[in-house]
């Protein structure tokens, strides 16, 4: 028979998954492809931190309370897991009020502290068993083989050591206050007391052979993007818009944050997409229409274009009332065209003598981030071309990119670098997905490689992102995986004339290809963990 079900739709609550502690989190609807009434009372819950949904049984999920808060003081808390705390802390302002009251409140004796939330969590934690005590290694340090001087002939004398006056630090030494910061040994946690994000999914378990069996993840939705808040990075900035006219060409994933971000800072924007649904948004906030690229040229100073790849910018610009339609129809020397579209170098050119001849100025600005570092305005840019319509871009940058890098006036210099820059972002990450696929098959900890990712020379925001999203197996889309495969394969064109030997980037694009055979081409770029696991 179901449990009684006494949680409603927004409810605040702590929830636990199967090998994962308790996790801040939140009651949301369920999905509508319910096929069958579960045999256990469970809710739809949303976790704070990770951004996983999951249904969970009745039993494993308790109100968010001030002594669930408490609890989590005692051990050592991740990232996600600081951030879902402070999520479900700023969710609750009136009940985190009204818990400091209760906590002050002298009604209940010392004699029944004990409440119902612990119990319930006592109950849940006895069915898991009890966790083995933790075991300190004494490290082993191997004696040093003693030299024999026969194993060897010297060739010279030993240099003699200049002699230093012994100098005396007693006083220095004694009258040092400790550093208490400094600790001496890294606690080597078991793996149980871990707190990893709650996922959707487990993580595939071992096969009998030591290879680990395949499934599908499918690919999550991203989180609803909302035009009405801007982001407080790009506010902080306070931005003085340009007085010209920006023309904003490409709707698609990148390109609705990069408008979103330039109307938020006041520019004078007009905007075009192929599928013109997606515009509508974009004029109730302030943006104006345009019919065809060819309009966008006619009515703004400076246009941006920010579409798929090559052959989406080349249709734009060569195609019917295209870019070079609308130049016919301007004054020479009054149109700027910015092309912040992945481009080889070989197009890149093309495009900007097309657009020379039509009397426009160009500049090639590719730029390098996730989809967070575009919705913040943290992208990196890298441009070539004209020196004068890069400094007359000069708010917009700011507006888009924590760092704008002017390379040169000799156009396909930004292109070659932004593609060198991808190709050693995607061996990266097809290096890390190896690596912890390997780590996987040697049954090792996962958690336990990328603390020491994190501790090492190697740790940085890339491979920590890609490494929790590996875990996870939450390949949530942040960069796409089959442009980063694309990037690659520009980048491995690059080689041609110059007989560079690019030996480790074709087997990482190899890895990238089987994963976009797996289905995985629209999944973030840690998803090419896919094409290694076997």
Not at 178 to 196: G, M, S
Not at 484 to 496: F, G, S, V, W
Request: with cysteine; hydrophobic share 35%.
């Amino acid at each position: 028979m179901a449990a009684k079900k006494d949680f409603n739709i927004g409810d605040l609550v702590w929830a636990k998954m199967k090998c994962f502690p308790f996790w801040p989190a939140k009651i949301v609807e369920p999905p509508t492809d319910k096929k069958s009434t579960p045999k256990k009372a469970r809710h739809y819950v949303f976790f704070f931190g990770s951004k996983n949904y999951a249904w969970i049984q009745d039993e494993n999920i308790v109100h968010h309370s001030e002594e669930m808060l408490q609890s989590t003081s005692s051990r050592k808390k991740s990232t996600l897991l600081k951030l879902a705390i402070k999520q479900i802390t700023e969710d609750a302002p009136k009940q985190t009020k009204l818990l400091v009251k209760q906590k002050k409140s002298p009604e209940k004796s010392p004699e029944a502290s004990t409440s119902g939330t612990q119990n319930k969590i006592a109950k849940v934690q006895r069915k898991e068993g009890k966790t083995e005590s933790q075991k300190v290694r004494k490290k082993v340090v191997p004696k040093r083989r003693a030299m024999d001087e026969s194993e060897y002939e010297r060739t010279s004398p030993p240099q003699k050591l200049s002699e230093r006056p012994a100098e005396d630090f007693s006083d220095l030494i004694n009258n040092t206050p400790p550093n208490l910061n400094y600790k001496r040994i890294a606690v080597i946690r078991p793996l149980e007391e871990h707190t990893p994000p709650p996922t959707t999914a487990a993580a595939p378990p071992h096969t009998s052979s030591g290879i680990t069996s395949r499934g599908y993840y499918e690919l999550l939705p991203l989180p609803t993007f909302d035009l009405s808040a801007p982001s407080p990075t790009v506010v902080s900035r306070r931005v003085i818009p340009s007085d010209k006219e920006i023309g904003f060409i490409g709707l698609g994933m990148m390109g609705q944050r990069l408008v979103k971000n330039l109307l938020t800072c006041r520019h004078k924007v007009t905007v075009w997409n192929r599928t013109p649904e997606k515009c509508m948004p974009f004029t109730k906030i302030g943006a104006q229409l345009a019919q065809t690229p060819s309009d966008v040229v006619e009515k703004c100073d400076i246009i941006i274009c920010c579409v798929s790849g090559p052959e989406a910018s080349k249709s734009l610009v060569f195609g019917n009332c295209g870019i070079l339609s609308g130049l016919d129809k301007s004054p020479p020397g009054s149109k700027s065209y910015v092309e912040m579209t992945t481009l080889d170098p070989t197009t890149s050119l093309d495009i900007a003598e097309a657009i020379s001849r039509k009397g426009g100025r160009y500049l090639e600005a590719p730029f390098n981030g996730s989809r967070e570092n575009a919705e913040d305005g943290n992208l990196l840019i890298m441009s070539a071309g004209d020196k004068e319509v890069f400094v007359s871009c000069e708010s917009c940058f700011f507006t888009l990119a924590k760092n704008a890098y002017y390379l040169g006036d000799e156009v396909g210099t930004g292109s070659k670098m932004n593609l060198i820059l991808r190709m050693f972002m995607g061996v990266s990450s097809a290096g890390l997905a190896e690596s912890m696929a390997l780590v996987q098959h040697c049954k090792l900890s996962q958690i336990n490689f990328m603390e020491i990712i994190e501790l090492g020379p190697v740790s940085s925001s890339l491979l920590l992102e890609k490494g929790q999203a590996i875990m996870s197996r939450c390949f949530q889309t942040n960069n796409t995986l089959k442009y980063q495969q694309r990037d690659i394969t520009l980048a491995l064109a690059l080689d041609n004339g110059h007989g560079q030997p690019m030996s480790v980037t074709t087997a990482a694009n190899e890895v990238f290809k089987r994963a976009k055979r797996q289905k995985y081409s629209d999944h973030d770029v840690s998803a090419v963990y896919m094409g290694v696991e076997y």
